[in-house]
């Protein structure tokens, strides 16, 4: 049953930089990289269930100070996108903050079988514009105390190293003040690395909009536990990423989905992003502190006839592993920002061709694990964090588990294929939906939300 509440907002404001931004920093051209991103803002909420409303004020305020201190650095996104010129304007214009009562307790809201399309409401509606913000932050409230912070901002110039490097910061300087914000100062120069292009490639993304079809999301849990057994099924398990671990095994339920379906094995491939952040030539010098998306896509075949019509982990978690090795080797070769732009574009336009092909399954993986995405904002960890669909999309997520220990998965898919895929016995052996692989439960019960 899924939870009903109203919501109604209380206010709306622009929270902008504590400081101007300096006049020769105004203008900021994206990069030919950032051309090859949807438009679209990538919402994340981050639950909090607190007990204290009388504090839940003094704590929007912190918020809002801290978020305008930690624009200073991040003053692109205090700005504002022109389309025509393919910059942004940091003109210091702000980021959009809302706060709104909900009348509800949290902990319906907790549920990691929650379809994450009931918490549009929890986010300030984006959809670009030359006037929208870039960031857009609504502050939710609930009868128990509890509250939970909706968090968009524009893929235009953010990828998920960026997101959490945000989110980081703001939390440091909302818990111990600005000065305590020991990051290096975020750059914000891969236009001049990798400059925009008049004209682009016509490419048709990977993940798009599919106003046909129907998706259903849920969230599974795979404990270090599981995760640990998993690396003893694997051969050669030493070589292996808890990542690709995880993917390797929801891979191979996709495909038992698909077989499903169809009456038979079909050939499957999977696009996976990776960071490419440190993995450049010393000829181009993008740091681990460059901002922008900076990320291209690893593409993963299956062929059933290569696998003697057989779908085998071990063999999958080394397709996965090799494709990566390859991926992470090729990072190293471009020696100019266009010979980095031409490799990109070609990744992101073989991915797009392959996974158009009839007779061939694909599914889109992102991971965000070894980031920040647990702020502390001075009241603990978020006991919960999820996203919403920017759009109806079939997507996995992957992300670090409260405890750092095992992985969080957030799976988006045709809303026909869930039953199949949360019924695979894989799935059911190594996964939870439930709270009790951590200590989430007793936090929650703690709470009284």
């Given at each position: 049953?899924?939870?009903?509440?109203?919501?109604?907002?209380?206010?709306?404001?622009?929270?902008?930089?504590?400081?101007?931004?300096?006049?020769?920093?105004?203008?900021?051209?994206?990069?030919?990289?950032?051309?090859?991103?949807?438009?679209?803002?990538?919402?994340?909420?981050?639950?909090?269930?607190?007990?204290?409303?009388?504090?839940?004020?003094?704590?929007?305020?912190?918020?809002?100070?801290?978020?305008?201190?930690?624009?200073?650095?991040?003053?692109?996104?205090?700005?504002?996108?022109?389309?025509?010129?393919?910059?942004?304007?940091?003109?210091?214009?702000?980021?959009?903050?809302?706060?709104?009562?909900?009348?509800?307790?949290?902990?319906?809201?907790?549920?990691?079988?929650?379809?994450?399309?009931?918490?549009?409401?929890?986010?300030?509606?984006?959809?670009?514009?030359?006037?929208?913000?870039?960031?857009?932050?609504?502050?939710?409230?609930?009868?128990?105390?509890?509250?939970?912070?909706?968090?968009?901002?524009?893929?235009?110039?953010?990828?998920?190293?960026?997101?959490?490097?945000?989110?980081?910061?703001?939390?440091?300087?909302?818990?111990?003040?600005?000065?305590?914000?020991?990051?290096?100062?975020?750059?914000?120069?891969?236009?001049?690395?990798?400059?925009?292009?008049?004209?682009?490639?016509?490419?048709?993304?990977?993940?798009?909009?599919?106003?046909?079809?129907?998706?259903?999301?849920?969230?599974?849990?795979?404990?270090?536990?599981?995760?640990?057994?998993?690396?003893?099924?694997?051969?050669?398990?030493?070589?292996?990423?808890?990542?690709?671990?995880?993917?390797?095994?929801?891979?191979?339920?996709?495909?038992?989905?698909?077989?499903?379906?169809?009456?038979?094995?079909?050939?499957?491939?999977?696009?996976?992003?990776?960071?490419?952040?440190?993995?450049?030539s010393t000829s181009l010098p993008i740091s681990k502190d460059s901002c922008g998306n900076i990320m291209r896509p690893v593409?993963?075949?299956?062929?059933?006839?290569?696998?003697?019509?057989?779908?085998?982990?071990?063999?999958?978690?080394?397709?996965?592993?090799?494709?990566?090795?390859?991926?992470?080797?090729?990072?190293?070769?471009?020696?100019?920002?266009?010979?980095?732009?031409?490799?990109?574009?070609?990744?992101?336009?073989?991915?797009?061709?392959?996974?158009?092909?009839?007779?061939?399954?694909?599914?889109?993986?992102?991971?965000?694990?070894?980031?920040?995405?647990?702020?502390?904002?001075?009241?603990?960890?978020?006991?919960?964090?999820?996203?919403?669909?920017?759009f109806a999309e079939e997507i996995i997520v992957l992300m670090d588990t409260r405890d750092g220990d095992g992985i969080e998965?957030?799976?988006?898919?045709?809303?026909?294929?869930?039953?199949?895929?949360?019924q695979d016995p894989d799935i059911m052996a190594f996964t939870s939906q439930k709270d009790h692989h951590n200590d989430d439960?007793?936090?929650?019960?703690?709470?009284?939300?």
């Amino acid at each position: 049953m899924q939870p009903q509440f109203s919501l109604h907002i209380l206010s709306k404001k622009f929270i902008k930089p504590a400081s101007p931004t300096p006049y020769n920093l105004r203008k900021s051209k994206i990069s030919s990289l950032d051309q090859c991103q949807l438009p679209i803002y990538v919402p994340y909420l981050f639950c909090y269930p607190l007990n204290d409303k009388t504090k839940t004020s003094e704590r929007s305020k912190l918020l809002q100070t801290s978020l305008s201190q930690i624009l200073t650095l991040f003053y692109p996104l205090a700005g504002r996108y022109i389309e025509d010129k393919l910059m942004i304007d940091c003109n210091d214009h702000g980021v959009e903050y809302v706060e709104a009562e909900v009348v509800c307790h949290l902990a319906p809201f907790l549920r990691r079988d929650l379809d994450c399309k009931n918490l549009h409401q929890f986010f300030p509606h984006q959809s670009e514009s030359p006037s929208s913000p870039l960031v857009a932050v609504q502050w939710n409230m609930f009868e128990c105390g509890g509250v939970a912070i909706g968090l968009c901002i524009s893929h235009r110039i953010v990828d998920g190293f960026v997101y959490s490097k945000f989110i980081d910061a703001w939390s440091t300087s909302c818990r111990l003040g600005f000065d305590k914000v020991v990051h290096h100062q975020p750059s914000f120069d891969l236009g001049q690395i990798s400059p925009t292009r008049e004209v682009m490639p016509k490419v048709t993304p990977i993940s798009q909009p599919h106003p046909e079809i129907k998706v259903a999301s849920a969230t599974f849990v795979f404990s270090n536990l599981a995760i640990s057994n998993l690396r003893m099924l694997a051969k050669g398990a030493g070589q292996f990423s808890r990542v690709q671990l995880v993917t390797a095994l929801i891979w191979k339920a996709l495909i038992r989905v698909a077989e499903a379906k169809h009456g038979q094995l079909r050939p499957s491939i999977i696009t996976h992003l990776i960071n490419m952040r440190g993995r450049t030539s010393t000829s181009l010098p993008i740091s681990k502190d460059s901002c922008g998306n900076i990320m291209r896509p690893v593409l993963v075949r299956f062929t059933p006839e290569k696998m003697g019509n057989k779908v085998e982990f071990d063999e999958l978690v080394s397709l996965v592993c090799g494709a990566i090795t390859n991926c992470v080797k090729d990072c190293a070769k471009p020696q100019n920002g266009e010979d980095l732009f031409l490799m990109v574009d070609s990744a992101w336009k073989k991915a797009a061709e392959e996974s158009k092909r009839n007779e061939v399954v694909s599914y889109f993986f992102t991971s965000t694990c070894g980031m920040p995405f647990y702020p502390d904002f001075g009241w603990g960890k978020p006991v919960r964090v999820t996203r919403k669909e920017s759009f109806a999309e079939e997507i996995i997520v992957l992300m670090d588990t409260r405890d750092g220990d095992g992985i969080e998965t957030w799976i988006s898919l045709e809303e026909n294929d869930m039953p199949i895929f949360q019924q695979d016995p894989d799935i059911m052996a190594f996964t939870s939906q439930k709270d009790h692989h951590n200590d989430d439960q007793s936090i929650f019960l703690r709470s009284k939300c």
